[in-house]
């Protein structure tokens, strides 16, 4: 039976970190994966994670399994974090929350238990987005499609299409957002720009799905909830996918969450209750070190700070090589216009790099981008910085 399986096509970005790997040139430049790298090109484990795990190592008692929905604690320390303690959703009892095996897990938990409980439901994605979102929920049964975000012209929002692209979403669908430093544009609305998508979302009965992978990596933790806290509104529902790979740097033990907001608290217990059942058919049970580390620090009030120090030093990093990145660009290809790069937020900036040009990085530099011309710029060094300004501006 297997031997008439043709293989399947390489993931759009792991792929590429796999030929990165495979790449024997020392000069090589990897800016594909959305890992944080310190200004050695390392991911290093953060000191606070070093001790809470030494805490954890010595405490623990039992390897037994953890509930179907993962630690309490670390459950309501995730609304407190996305949120704020004294939230009326924090305090109200109205949302639940799951533990997910990272941000991915708990996207495909929303996915399924939203095509589940409502049969023929749509999830809108902003077009360009994550190329994981639209697999993710199609996976899980769910169909997908697209509304406007991005203005190839600018290398800007393109607030007028998305404000018309919600307003013609069907009343009853969902609609996938990104609440900070947008994958892979690096583009997000203001302020005042959230008021208006809420005003729409509210008044064509949208259900927001909101992806919060980046929190604290934009502009800070509270700055960075903006968004999400702007769609919060008093009696509104909505799900929000967090994950705690970035911001605490546990990539690989794979920390997330997933909590929807109902209308009270009995709803809540019901809604707690399917997302159960999804997850045992799933993985049955998530794992437990990465929640207890994120608790364990969460829990401490000196530990807590210490991540918050760490924290802004990962997002000023980002941000002055995003500087760097810019001013160094416009020296090197002085008749092309890359201001955008300075003004995205997080992790990623969108170069505007055609597929054909990115290709040629790769081929010819050494240099891996995303095929749609997304770079991390955490991957960004003052080593490498001077070549990969050269070489962009050599295949423009």
Same mark, same amino acid.
């Given at each position: 039976?297997?031997?008439?399986?043709?293989?399947?096509?390489?993931?759009?970005?792991?792929?590429?970190?796999?030929? /990165?790997?495979?790449?024997?040139?020392?000069?090589?430049?990897?800016?594909?994966?959305?890992?944080?790298?310190?200004?050695?090109?390392?991911?290093?484990?953060? &000191?606070?994670?070093?001790?809470?795990?030494?805490?954890?190592?010595?405490?623990?008692?039992?390897?037994? $399994?953890?509930?179907?929905? !993962?630690?309490?604690?670390? &459950?309501?320390?995730?609304?407190?974090?996305?949120?704020?303690?004294?939230?009326?959703?924090?305090?109200?009892?109205?949302?639940?929350?799951?533990?997910?095996?990272?941000?991915?897990?708990?996207?495909?938990?929303?996915?399924? /238990?939203? !095509?589940?409980?409502?049969?023929?439901?749509?999830?809108?994605?902003?077009?360009?987005?994550?190329?994981?979102? =639209?697999?993710?929920?199609?996976?899980?049964?769910?169909?997908?499609?697209?509304?406007?975000? %991005?203005?190839?012209?600018?290398?800007?929002?393109? %607030?007028?299409?998305?404000?018309?692209?919600?307003?013609?979403? =069907?009343?009853?669908?969902?609609?996938?957002?990104?609440?900070?430093?947008?994958? =892979?544009?690096?583009?997000?609305?203001?302020?005042?720009?959230?008021?208006?998508?809420?005003?729409?979302?509210?008044?064509?009965?949208?259900?927001?799905?909101?992806?919060?992978?980046?929190?604290?990596?934009?502009? !800070?933790?509270?700055?960075?909830?903006?968004?999400?806290?702007?769609?919060?509104?008093?009696?509104?529902?909505?799900?929000?996918?967090?994950?705690?790979?970035?911001?605490?740097?546990? $990539?690989?033990?794979?920390?997330?969450?997933?909590?929807?907001?109902?209308?009270?608290?009995?709803?809540?217990?019901?809604?707690?209750?399917?997302?159960?059942?999804?997850?045992?058919? @799933?993985?049955?049970?998530?794992?437990?070190?990465?929640?207890?580390?994120?608790?364990?620090?969460?829990?401490?009030?000196?530990?807590?700070?210490?991540?918050?120090?760490?924290?802004?030093?990962?997002?000023?990093?980002?941000?002055?090589?995003?500087?760097?990145?810019?001013?160094?660009?416009?020296?090197?290809?002085?008749?092309?216009? /890359?201001?955008?790069?300075?003004?995205?937020?997080?992790? %990623?900036?969108?170069?505007?790099?055609?597929?054909?040009?990115?290709?040629?990085?790769?081929?010819?530099?050494?240099?891996?981008?995303?095929?749609?011309?997304?770079? @991390?710029?955490?991957?960004?060094?003052?080593?490498?910085?001077?070549?990969?300004?050269?070489?962009?501006?050599?295949?423009?």
């Amino acid at each position: 039976m297997f031997n008439q399986l043709e293989a399947a096509p390489p993931d759009a970005i792991l792929g590429l970190n796999e030929a /990165f790997g495979r790449d024997a040139r020392p000069e090589k430049i990897n800016l594909t994966t959305g890992v944080y790298k310190n200004a050695h090109g390392q991911t290093p484990v953060l &000191s606070c994670v070093k001790e809470a795990e030494r805490r954890l190592l010595e405490s623990e008692a039992s390897k037994g $399994y953890l509930g179907i929905d !993962g630690l309490p604690e670390f &459950s309501g320390r995730v609304r407190e974090l996305i949120f704020g303690a004294d939230h009326e959703i924090t305090v109200s009892g109205r949302a639940t929350s799951i533990q997910a095996p990272g941000g991915t897990g708990a996207l495909r938990v929303a996915a399924e /238990f939203l !095509g589940k409980a409502f049969p023929g439901v749509t999830i809108w994605c902003s077009q360009p987005t994550w190329p994981n979102h =639209p697999a993710i929920f199609q996976a899980a049964g769910v169909e997908v499609a697209e509304y406007g975000y %991005f203005d190839e012209t600018t290398n800007g929002l393109n %607030f007028a299409s998305m404000l018309d692209g919600l307003a013609a979403i =069907p009343a009853g669908d969902v609609v996938c957002l990104h609440a900070c430093c947008h994958n =892979p544009t690096g583009v997000d609305p203001t302020a005042q720009q959230w008021e208006q998508v809420a005003e729409i979302i509210e008044s064509r009965d949208l259900l927001p799905l909101v992806d919060f992978a980046y929190q604290g990596f934009g502009d !800070g933790l509270e700055e960075d909830a903006t968004g999400l806290r702007t769609l919060a509104r008093p009696g509104r529902r909505l799900l929000v996918a967090s994950s705690f790979s970035k911001n605490f740097g546990l $990539y690989r033990e794979r920390v997330g969450a997933l909590t929807v907001v109902t209308g009270d608290a009995d709803t809540a217990g019901i809604v707690l209750s399917r997302l159960k059942q999804t997850i045992r058919a @799933n993985y049955s049970n998530p794992p437990a070190h990465g929640a207890g580390v994120v608790t364990t620090i969460l829990d401490d009030d000196l530990l807590r700070k210490e991540w918050q120090t760490e924290l802004n030093g990962m997002r000023e990093r980002i941000n002055d090589m995003r500087q760097r990145l810019a001013t160094g660009l416009a020296a090197a290809a002085p008749d092309h216009d /890359f201001t955008n790069v300075g003004t995205q937020r997080g992790m %990623f900036s969108f170069s505007g790099l055609s597929p054909a040009q990115v290709d040629r990085l790769r081929e010819e530099h050494a240099v891996y981008l995303v095929r749609n011309g997304r770079m @991390n710029v955490a991957g960004v060094t003052e080593e490498n910085i001077g070549r990969l300004c050269e070489s962009i501006a050599t295949i423009l």
